[in-house]
């Protein structure tokens, strides 16, 4: 499930500061707090990560987004452009930033409002967030859950994906630069045993492969939500070690290790949690994969194993999930899939009854 992998990530990320909030009539009252979220699910740890991934899902299969949900999102903004999970009060300041408490605002879920702000119109408050994300960069090029923690793949993957989607600026041209380079400071090669070279690790050290890591670093190198129109070129391919060794391509073999790692498994990305599969790690590789120049058979692969659990995925708790069901919209608007027949589950109709 969404929530599942957002609560696992966040207890091995190593996750800005909250500012003042905006005139106070400008803020719902209480009951209000929440009209026009997605989802009935406990938002403490994922409500506006799952809002952005909702509004950008109904986007991308050209589905009206209830005004409610985008005022609901632009509300949880905080004074400095940052968003964190979940303001419960919205007449309070944002928390402070903790990388070691994981509290506070958080690139994760700044970046997923800020690419869902942009595709509705909201230039402004997207450009803001998009902004301090460029300022909780750290000096390696990588972004951290936290402002102030660790960089991680995760996150840089996410944060590159909403710098992607921003307005073109030498500010935002170099931020992806930097970030690419930290990627590639984070990806296994001859050091590492066959099926995990080109994966990328969570952080740089120490290296360990993580496909949640590896999917959403592709991403945010290629593209951002809902994915662009046009195809990157994705040059290499598996990297090779030994007699045949030769100078790695970063995206080549980060997409060959995701397609080695799919053809072995049906499909579908196994958890970097435990076990079972991850099923939106699997969509953010088919996205992936969509916005390269290649892979074609990777994606239809993948879009069959999605559509087969999409019945079980979209569901938390016996509730729509709508995280998984944005996830599956913005697969669904890439690959040309009827999003009320995806699997037997009619996205569309499921996350509007989802609406708070």
């Known amino acids: 499930m969404i929530r599942r992998s957002l609560v696992a990530a966040a207890a091995v990320l ?5 500012a003042l909030m905006p005139a106070a009539s400008a803020v719902p009252t209480a009951e209000e707090d929440d009209a026009g979220r997605f989802g009935v ?46 303001r ?65 793949a995760n996150s840089t993957g996410l944060a590159l994906a909403a710098i992607r989607g921003s307005r073109v600026s030498d500010n935002n041209k170099q931020a992806l630069k930097q970030g690419k380079k930290f990627l590639k400071k984070t990806q296994l090669r001859c050091e590492a045993g066959k099926s995990a070279r080109g994966q990328l690790s969570y952080q740089k050290s120490p290296k360990s492969a993580n496909l949640l890591a590896s999917a959403q670093g592709a991403l945010g190198l290629l593209t951002q939500l809902p994915v662009a129109a046009t195809a990157q070129a994705s040059d ?30 049906d499909g579908m ?32 692969a993948a879009l069959a194993a999605l559509q087969d659990e999409a019945p079980v995925y979209t569901e938390t708790d016996g509730q729509p999930d709508a995280g998984a069901l944005g996830t599956l919209l913005l697969v669904a608007g890439a690959t040309n899939e009827n999003p009320k027949k995806f699997g037997g589950v009619n996205l569309v109709k499921q996350l509007k009854a989802s609406l708070q």
Request: proline share 6%; hydrophobic share 35%; glycine share 12%.
């Open 236 to 265: 290499g391919g598996a990297i090779k070690c030994g007699e045949e060794a030769s100078k790695p391509k970063l995206v080549g073999g980060l997409l060959a290790s995701l397609k080695k790692q799919l053809k072995k498994n």
């Open 88 to 152: 419960n009060d919205l007449l309070a300041a944002c928390d402070p930033g903790d990388p070691e408490a994981f509290t506070g605002p958080d690139t994760n879920s700044t970046a997923m409002a800020a690419m869902a702000l942009a595709v509705v119109g909201k230039s402004k408050p997207s450009k803001r967030a998009v902004a301090w994300l460029r300022e909780v960069q750290n000096p390696d090029g990588g972004f951290p859950y936290i402002g102030g923690g660790l960089s991680d």
């Open 269 to 300: 990305l196994p958890s970097s949690f435990g076990d079972g599969v991850d099923s939106s790690a699997t969509a953010y590789a088919l996205l992936a994969f969509k916005s390269s120049d290649r892979y074609g058979k990777q994606v239809k």
């Open 14 to 18: 190593a996750l800005g500061t909250g």
């Open 41 to 86: 699910q406990d938002p403490s740890f994922d409500g506006v990560y799952r809002q952005g991934l909702a509004i950008s899902g109904m986007v991308a299969v050209d589905r009206k987004v209830p005004d409610s949900s985008v005022t609901w999102l632009s509300n949880q903004q905080c004074g400095d452009g940052s968003f964190q999970a979940y």
